[in-house]
């Protein structure tokens, strides 16, 4: 080396092999390389699964005091709600004994009246469960299909409800389906009866509410309505049974411009979350058959035959007597 001049590389002793700038390719190269390869052809899952299976013991004495902490701050919970709902059950039993006991006399007061006053006794509304498949189609209506049909003696016009209230009416029946027509639809009327003054009217549905719901048309400024008021169906329509909750009456708007005020009512059934319905048969096909009597009473033809036929046995008789007294 000549004098004069520097040599900045560093003596064989203490020569360090390749760069850092080549290591850093190296190793960058080998990296994408293996995840590229555990990607496609999953290389590196045995080691994975070896290293999880080693680590496993170690995991689980780990998660241990948090699982135990977390364990007993559930169980605390868990058994303040039994307790709770406990309560409510204990509570709801002994009111739903004592409105059964009730139940039990004014059922066998209303048969006595019934029977002093020689009245039609009222007939059990048979009944079929169904389940809901899916909404409608249609976006402008508000209808279900439920998984019972014409196989399963549906008939068109049953009434539908749920554990709640009234949820509409069947309008479609297909061998194996039903469409509902919901209680909320524009389509859909249904006379009911406000149970704390006895008014009857109509109820229309407004699927244009938030959320749906019913109003109530026709209805005088000044007449009886209050907010809170239910509203019941009153069976007048020989479909719906009467007595069936319908909707709750939720906001009067009394305009003096307008000669009927405008009652938006709430659906007492869960009409939108509806998941397991009750198809009953409509009233109309449940009508005891008319007697003889009031049905030749009802036919003036059919009477009057029978008067004829009741008066031959008379004059057979008299012509008898007279031949008997004729010497």
């Known amino acids: 080396m000549p004098?004069?001049?520097?040599?900045?590389t560093a003596p064989p002793l203490f020569n360090q092999g390749p760069s850092a700038l080549s290591k850093l390719i190296f190793f960058s190269a080998l990296a994408l390389f293996l995840m590229v390869a555990d990607a496609r052809f999953n290389i590196v899952q045995p080691l994975r699964a070896g290293i999880g299976a080693v680590l496993?013991?170690?995991?689980?004495?780990?998660?241990?005091?948090?699982?135990?902490?977390?364990?007993?701050?559930?169980?605390?919970?868990?058994?303040?709600?039994?307790q709770a709902k406990e309560a409510d059950?204990?509570?709801?039993?002994?009111?739903?004994?004592?409105?059964?006991?009730?139940?039990?006399?004014?059922?066998?007061?209303?048969?006595?009246?019934?029977?002093?006053?020689?009245?039609?006794?009222?007939?059990?509304?048979?009944?079929?469960?169904?389940?809901?498949?899916?909404?409608?189609?249609?976006?402008?209506?508000?209808?279900?299909v439920?998984?019972?049909g014409l196989a399963n003696g549906i008939a068109p016009g049953s009434p539908v409800i749920d554990e709640h209230g009234v949820v509409g009416q069947v309008?479609?029946?297909?061998?194996?389906?039903?469409?509902?027509?919901?209680?909320?639809?524009?389509?859909?009327?249904?006379?009911?009866?406000?149970?704390?003054?006895?008014?009857?009217?109509?109820?229309?549905?407004?699927?244009?509410a938030h959320g749906g719901g019913l109003e109530l048309r026709f209805i005088a400024p000044s007449a009886d309505v209050q907010e809170g008021?239910?509203?019941?169906?009153?069976?007048?329509?020989?479909?719906?049974?009467?007595?069936?909750?319908?909707?709750?009456i939720d906001r009067i708007d009394r305009r003096a411009d307008s000669a009927f005020a405008r009652i938006h009512c709430l659906p007492m059934a869960h009409v939108a979350a509806a998941r397991y319905v009750l198809v009953l048969s409509p009233t109309g096909n449940q009508m005891p058959k008319p007697a003889p009597a009031a049905a030749a009473d009802a036919n003036p033809a059919a009477k009057k035959k029978a008067d004829r036929a009741s008066a031959k046995p008379d004059k057979a008789g008299k012509a008898e007597k007279k031949e008997g007294r004729t010497p």
């Open 146 to 148: 439920i998984d019972q």
């Open 89 to 144: 059950a204990r509570r709801a039993l002994a009111l739903q004994s004592e409105r059964a006991s009730q139940a039990d006399t004014l059922a066998q007061e209303n048969a006595r009246l019934r029977s002093l006053l020689e009245l039609r006794q009222t007939t059990q509304t048979p009944g079929r469960a169904a389940e809901v498949l899916y909404d409608a189609a249609d976006p402008y209506t508000r209808k279900l």
């Open 229 to 248: 008021d239910l509203l019941t169906t009153s069976g007048v329509d020989g479909v719906y049974p009467p007595g069936l909750p319908v909707a709750k």
């Open 171 to 208: 309008t479609q029946v297909q061998p194996f389906t039903s469409e509902i027509t919901l209680v909320i639809d524009r389509d859909l009327s249904i006379p009911v009866q406000n149970v704390r003054t006895g008014a009857r009217s109509v109820a229309f549905g407004d699927a244009s």
């Open 3 to 8: 004098l004069g001049t520097l040599d900045r």
């Open 56 to 82: 496993y013991p170690v995991q689980w004495l780990a998660l241990k005091p948090v699982q135990l902490a977390m364990g007993g701050g559930r169980y605390l919970e868990d058994l303040q709600t039994a």
